[in-house]
């Protein structure tokens, strides 16, 4: 199962307190979803507030993510969450939250593996 993002927009994007670490806020209020990465400052530069963007996440390696402006493969450390999902994990060492409203017993089931694939485009 895919977790596709078409109509996403980024929320905001923040300072943390490590030098050259940005906060990504990506947002869609019509899927339910809410994700937060740590990103370096320059993978951050071409994108903005309110830019639309492409979230595609998913169990297995995606296969057109060397045409995107971000592709990563991450390892789940936690799953939570009372009705909601809420998944921490990492990109090589950067926090990754991804938060889903309402999610189906097959999206559930896709973080059931150690390790997820992440493209924005």
């Known amino acids: 199962m ?6 996403a927009t ?20 019509a899927e339910g979803v809410k994700l937060t990465l740590e990103l370096p400052e320059a993978l951050c530069d071409k994108m903005s507030v309110r830019d639309g963007i492409v979230v595609i996440i998913d169990s297995k ?8 402006k971000l592709y990563a493969e991450g390892d789940i450390f936690k799953i939570g969450g009372n009705g909601d999902l809420e998944m921490v994990g990492a990109i090589g060492g950067l926090r990754v939250v991804l938060t889903l409203a309402n999610p189906t ?9 150690d390790r997820f694939y992440l493209m924005l485009s």
Not at 2 to 7: A, D, E, G, T, Y
């Open 2 to 7: 895919v977790i596709r993002l078409r109509n």
């Open 10 to 29: 980024i929320d905001a994007i923040e300072d943390t307190e490590t030098k050259r670490l940005k906060l990504l806020r990506i947002g869609s209020k």
């Open 61 to 68: 390696p995606i296969a057109r993510g060397d045409k995107s």
């Open 105 to 113: 017993p097959a999206k559930k089931k896709m973080f059931a593996a």
